[in-house]
Nanobody, 126 residues
Framework: QVQLVESGGGLVQAGGSLRLSCTAS????????IGWFRQAPGKEREFVAA????????IYADSVKGRFTMSRDNAKNTVFLQMNSLKPEETAVYYC???????????????????WGQGTQVTVSS
């Protein structure tokens, strides 16, 4: 069974940093673009960032540009999301998801992602 597993979440103070990881199994990792989404209690899921299959292209939500950096290591079937200068309003469950590299359209469309992880909780205290 294809699987994505997130890790690296936790509790951090405002202004702090966390590095999330997402590791894939039973998936030809280099055939997939990977996205990060987050969902806070009572709110809709929102796009955070995405990276192309080769790592040559990264896309960020305006709210995280300049603070978050996404990267990938295809040899290890893993993507990373480095989050700096975190804000309390960014408290949410963070999910990684995989989208076929052959699929066209916007990276921010959650409906285009076929495989999802279980999520990791990020809590930013004020």
């Amino acid at each position: 069974q294809v699987q994505l597993v997130e890790s690296g979440g936790g509790l951090v103070q405002a202004g702090g940093s966390l590095r999330l990881s997402c590791t894939a199994s039973r998936l030809t990792f280099s055939n997939y673009n990977i996205g990060w989404f987050r969902q806070a209690p009572g709110k809709e899921r929102e796009f955070v960032a995405a990276i192309s299959w080769s790592g040559g292209e990264t896309i960020y939500a305006d709210s995280v540009k300049g603070r978050f950096t996404m990267s990938r290591d295809n040899a290890k079937n893993t993507v990373f999301l480095q989050m700096n200068s975190l804000k309390p309003e960014e408290t949410a469950v963070y999910y990684c998801a995989a989208r076929s590299k052959y699929r066209s359209g916007s990276y921010s469309n959650a409906d285009d992602y076929a495989v999802w992880g279980q999520g990791t909780q990020v809590t930013v205290s004020s």
